[in-house]
């Protein structure tokens, strides 16, 4: 069974950083794509980052440069290093993982089928 569990996540001010972590299971971590998204409340879900099989990472424009996803294959972790928080990165986070994609990840939250239960980042100026 795919589980995912998130941490890390808290309070910051603005302009200060904050790194969430996403611990997988129950599935070969290497083949599957990783990913975090967001959502505030009263808005829809947003990409924020993701990470291919290979490796490689993509991000919103609205982080990049700010944000870094990494992986941690020895803990079957992916993170996500948050800096020069704007009180706009507020919201709950959330992992998500799917496999099946050799290239390219989605960005697309509705192509994902394992999601975490989310952690909450809060930003205040």
């Known amino acids: 069974q795919v589980q995912l569990t998130e941490s890390g996540g808290g309070s910051a001010q603005s302009g200060g950083s904050l790194r969430l972590s996403c611990e997988a299971s129950g599935y070969t971590y290497s083949t599957f794509c990783m990913a975090w998204f967001r959502q505030a409340p009263g808005k829809e879900r947003e990409k924020v980052a993701f990470?291919?099989?290979?490796?490689?990472?993509t991000y919103a424009d609205s982080v990049k440069g700010r944000f870094t996803i990494a992986e941690d294959s020895a803990k079957k972790a992916v993170t996500l290093q948050m800096d020069n928080l704007k009180s706009e990165d507020a919201a709950m986070y959330y992992c998500?993982?799917?496999?099946?994609?050799?290239?390219?990840?989605?960005?697309?939250?509705?192509?994902?089928?394992?999601w975490g239960q989310g952690t909450q980042v809060t930003v205040s100026s």
């Open positions: 998500a993982a799917e496999g099946g994609y050799s290239g390219r990840c989605p960005m697309v939250g509705d192509e994902y089928n394992f």
């Open positions: 990470m291919d099989v290979d490796g490689n990472a």
